[in-house]
Each structure stands twice: as structure tokens, then as C-alpha cells.
């Protein structure tokens, strides 16, 4: 199963009678019982859409759109009744990885239209660009791509134990995870690894190195992940960001993130290292 991310439909996408609808209500996607997403008649889509439905690429030559799903909208005779909102982060829970793509491509093209309406320089109400993922502002030509914020995420590490928080505004509350944090302007991305640590929890980290990244569009984040050392530091938590932190050992971790996202595969491979180190006898 292959996805290609594109602005602009061939004549052979074109004339493809039916069409693959990411649909979005806020921080919601339409889906069946089956977490599958709604294969709709082109026509009857663009007599309820309009001009609000934006292309983004195929899947199996496929085409593949992006739209708001109106209030009340998945409930009405456009759509089959088996489809329901679904809850975005629980769809990527239970989505494969091409599924999460495409629908964390989707959700950000569509906030590019739904966010940049209106020209942030001169308040004039902008123009898609033909064939480019771009929103124009016809009087002054101030141009708005698709939002990308990167952030850090890191694996912060003393001998066999790892620090982990629980955020404020986790949505799982019993939930802990590494800490992260978003660059701030003229920031190296391993200065923010020192700097968030050290402002969420006291902690100073060393030998800061990069591990991988994970577009992450909750809602327009690119995680960008490594792992420190700890230097020096008593645990002492920002109260406005963290609810709480400790460090925990390899064999004994908390409720943690799901393996498919960064934070729970920068924990898991810490916990693999060291249950590599200390076989149990």
C-alpha cells in the first residue's frame, strides 16, 4: 500500500469516479467500525465540499482529499451511517504507519487553508496556489506554507535509570514520558536539549546526540529526538509545565507512550540496552 503526497492531480487521478476523504472535525476524523476512511462518490463530495476540499496525493492512484466535516454532518444521508468521529490520536493508535501519514499529512494541509484564510501582513483574504500545498495573499503576494514547529524530545539518562515526567496537559494523566520542548529562534537544536531540561527540571544533561524524527501534527510538530547524559542536578519540577518526575529504572517504568511514537521508542531502546547489560542471572 503506497501513499504519494502531491499538490496537483494527473488526468488519471482525474478521472477517477471515486475518492478517498480524510474528513476532520476539530481534533476528530470520520472512520467506520473498521477505522476506515470514507471512499465517496467525487460528485456527491464536491456537491457537499465545494471549493473547501483540498487535494494532497494518492493512495493506490487514489485520490485523496482533505475537508472539514461540518457539526452533526457525519450523521447526515450524505454519508453512510456506519461512519463516526473518531478521536485523532486514538486513529493513530489504531492506524497503521501509512494510515498515520496520510492523515497527519491531511490534518496539516487542511489547517494551511483553514489558518491562513486571511493575509497575516495585511488582512486581505488569500488564494490557494494551483498545483503547490500554498495560500497567496493577492494584494501585498505575502505567501503561507504549511505550519512546521520543531521540537526536541529527549531520553535523559543516569547509569541504568531514565527521566521521565508527567506534562500538565497530557491527555493520559497517568501517563510519564521523556521531556520536550520547542526551539526557540536562534537556537541549536542541542541547546534546546539543555535548555528545556534544565527549565523543567533542574537537570543538567552532557553528550547530547540525535537519534531520529517523527512528524507529529498535534498540531503541526516535528519531533526531533536524542538522548542525554545526566550531569549534575537534584530533580526540582516547573509546576506550569510538569505535574510530576522521577527517574525510574530499565525494569521498573510507569504507564510510558505507545510504541509508535518517538517518546515510546526512545524509552523502549533505553529499556533494551540495559536489559542487554544486566541479563537476568
Same mark, same amino acid.
Given at each position: 500500500?503506497?501513499?504519494?503526497?502531491?499538490?496537483?492531480?494527473?488526468?488519471?487521478?482525474?478521472?477517477?469516479?471515486?475518492?478517498?476523504?480524510?474528513?476532520?472535525?476539530? +481534533?476528530?476524523?470520520?472512520?467506520?467500525? !473498521?477505522?476506515? #476512511?470514507?471512499?465517496?462518490?467525487?460528485?456527491?463530495?464536491?456537491?457537499?465540499?465545494?471549493?473547501?476540499?483540498?487535494?494532497?496525493?494518492?493512495?493506490?492512484?487514489?485520490?485523496?482529499?482533505?475537508?472539514?466535516?461540518?457539526?452533526?454532518?457525519?450523521?447526515?444521508?450524505?454519508?453512510? =451511517?456506519?461512519?463516526?468521529?473518531?478521536?485523532?490520536?486514538?486513529?493513530?493508535?489504531?492506524?497503521?504507519?501509512?494510515?498515520?501519514?496520510?492523515? +497527519?499529512?491531511?490534518?496539516?494541509?487542511?489547517?494551511?487553508?483553514?489558518? $491562513?484564510?486571511?493575509?497575516?501582513?495585511?488582512?486581505?483574504?488569500?488564494?490557494?496556489?494551483? +498545483?503547490?500545498?500554498?495560500?497567496?495573499?493577492?494584494?501585498?503576494?505575502?505567501?503561507?506554507?504549511?505550519?512546521?514547529?520543531?521540537?526536541?524530545?529527549?531520553?535523559?539518562?543516569?547509569? !541504568?535509570?531514565? #527521566?521521565?515526567?508527567?506534562?500538565?496537559?497530557?491527555?493520559?494523566?497517568?501517563?510519564?514520558?521523556?521531556?520536550?520542548?520547542?526551539?526557540?529562534?536562534?537556537?541549536?537544536?542541542?541547546?534546546?536539549?539543555?535548555?528545556? *531540561?534544565?527549565?523543567?527540571?533542574?537537570?543538567? *544533561?552532557?553528550? *547530547?546526540?540525535? *537519534?531520529? =524524527?517523527?512528524?507529529?501534527?498535534?498540531?503541526? $510538530? #516535528?519531533?526531533?529526538?536524542?538522548?542525554?547524559?545526566?550531569?549534575?542536578?537534584?530533580?526540582?519540577?516547573?509546576?506550569?509545565?510538569?505535574?510530576?518526575?522521577?527517574?525510574?529504572?530499565?525494569?521498573? #517504568?510507569?504507564?510510558?507512550?505507545?510504541?509508535?511514537?518517538?517518546? +515510546?521508542?526512545?524509552?523502549?531502546?533505553?529499556?533494551?540496552?540495559?536489559?542487554?547489560?544486566?541479563?537476568?542471572?
Amino acid at each position: 500500500m503506497t501513499f504519494t503526497a502531491s499538490a496537483s492531480e494527473t488526468e488519471t487521478t482525474a478521472a477517477e469516479p471515486r475518492a478517498l476523504y480524510f474528513l476532520f472535525d476539530t +481534533g476528530h476524523i470520520l472512520v467506520d467500525q !473498521d477505522n476506515a #476512511l470514507p471512499c465517496l462518490d467525487r460528485k456527491e463530495a464536491e456537491k457537499r465540499f465545494g471549493g473547501n476540499r483540498f487535494f494532497f496525493g494518492t493512495f493506490n492512484a487514489l485520490p485523496c482529499y482533505c475537508a472539514t466535516l461540518a457539526p452533526g454532518a457525519h450523521k447526515g444521508p450524505e454519508l453512510p =451511517s456506519l461512519y463516526t468521529r473518531l478521536n485523532l490520536r486514538a486513529f493513530f493508535l489504531r492506524a497503521d504507519d501509512t494510515a498515520r501519514e496520510m492523515a +497527519g499529512y491531511a490534518r496539516q494541509i487542511l489547517d494551511l487553508h483553514l489558518n $491562513s484564510r486571511f493575509c497575516g501582513r495585511c488582512g486581505t483574504p488569500t488564494r490557494p496556489v494551483p +498545483g503547490e500545498h500554498v495560500r497567496k495573499c493577492p494584494a501585498c503576494n505575502h505567501t503561507a506554507y504549511p505550519r512546521i514547529s520543531p521540537a526536541m524530545i529527549t531520553a535523559v539518562t543516569k547509569d !541504568d535509570k531514565i #527521566l521521565l515526567a508527567r506534562g500538565i496537559n497530557f491527555p493520559n494523566k497517568k501517563m510519564f514520558s521523556v521531556l520536550a520542548g520547542f526551539v526557540s529562534p536562534s537556537e541549536t537544536l542541542e541547546d534546546c536539549v539543555r535548555r528545556e *531540561v534544565f527549565e523543567e527540571t533542574r537537570i543538567r *544533561v552532557d553528550r *547530547v546526540r540525535y *537519534v531520529r =524524527s517523527q512528524p507529529w501534527p498535534f498540531p503541526d $510538530s #516535528l519531533m526531533i529526538g536524542f538522548t542525554a547524559r545526566y550531569q549534575s542536578g537534584e530533580i526540582r519540577i516547573d509546576p506550569e509545565e510538569i505535574a510530576e518526575a522521577a527517574w525510574f529504572a530499565y525494569d521498573d #517504568l510507569p504507564l510510558i507512550p505507545d510504541a509508535h511514537t518517538l517518546a +515510546g521508542q526512545l524509552i523502549r531502546k533505553f529499556a533494551r540496552q540495559q536489559h542487554r547489560k544486566h541479563p537476568p542471572a
